[in-house]
């Protein structure tokens, strides 16, 4: 099996460990049995396992197989690529300074407000934009496969979590989901939302802006 093939059995590993273990016939019996600390315990093991796997064979075979397609020469894809970068990484950072209805912290706020009227998966969304840019700038097979599998299981990842949050609901989130999107700024875009720059959690935002650009500056020495 060449690089590219195992890099994309441990992407398919990740995004089927993640989907299974949260859904609703395997996750409430575990649950039940290990309790809410003891499954999110049992799925951060395993998800770190495998993500650990998937970037260790990625890491030795980057920029291996074929070229897929090569768009780096492409002069209005650099900068989209930047911004997808950029904006994708200040989102990932950003969740873990505003808690989500749609998270797993006790207390978060049921009400669309903050970063949930950009997105209700500010995570997952800014993995999947990031992971996106990497496509752009990157053809080879094995990243390919790589940002290919990340990206798309940050996508399935937040519309599954929606389905489960949807059949869990007794109404209580009836009104965050009218009010918010999968999809970064498409609630503000139908009008369903207005995004209140005093309600988003800046610091998280210029921290996700800085070490972002930072990494793009040190890239050819960290990555290439």
Do not use: C
Request: charged share 10%; glycine share 10%; proline share 4%.
């Amino acid at each position: 099996m060449n690089a590219s093939a195992s890099i994309a059995l441990w992407g398919l590993a990740l995004a089927g460990g993640h989907l299974l273990l949260s859904s609703g016939p395997v996750r409430t019996p575990l649950v039940a049995r290990l309790g809410a600390r003891g499954f999110q315990a049992l799925y951060s093991v395993f998800a770190l396992v495998v993500f650990v796997m998937l970037v260790r064979t990625w890491w030795g075979d980057r920029h291996g197989g074929d070229e897929l397609w090569m768009l780096r020469d492409v002069p209005a894809l650099t900068p989209l690529a930047l911004v997808l970068g950029v904006l994708g990484f200040a989102l990932v950072v950003a969740s873990f300074f505003q808690p989500s209805a749609m998270g797993m912290v006790p207390g978060a706020t049921v009400g669309a407000t903050g970063m949930a009227r950009v997105t209700r998966h500010p995570l997952m969304m800014g993995i999947a934009l990031w992971g996106l840019a990497h496509l752009l700038m990157n053809g080879w097979a094995s990243d390919v496969a790589f940002y290919g599998s990340l990206t798309v299981l940050a996508v399935l990842g937040a519309f599954h979590q929606d389905a489960r949050k949807h059949a869990a609901d007794d109404g209580t989130l009836s009104a965050y989901f009218a009010e918010s999107s999968v999809l970064p700024f498409a609630a503000a875009f139908t009008g369903r939302a207005q995004v209140v720059a005093s309600e988003l959690p800046w610091i998280g935002i210029v921290v996700g802006v800085v070490v972002a650009i930072a990494l793009y500056w040190l890239h050819p020495v960290l990555f290439e």
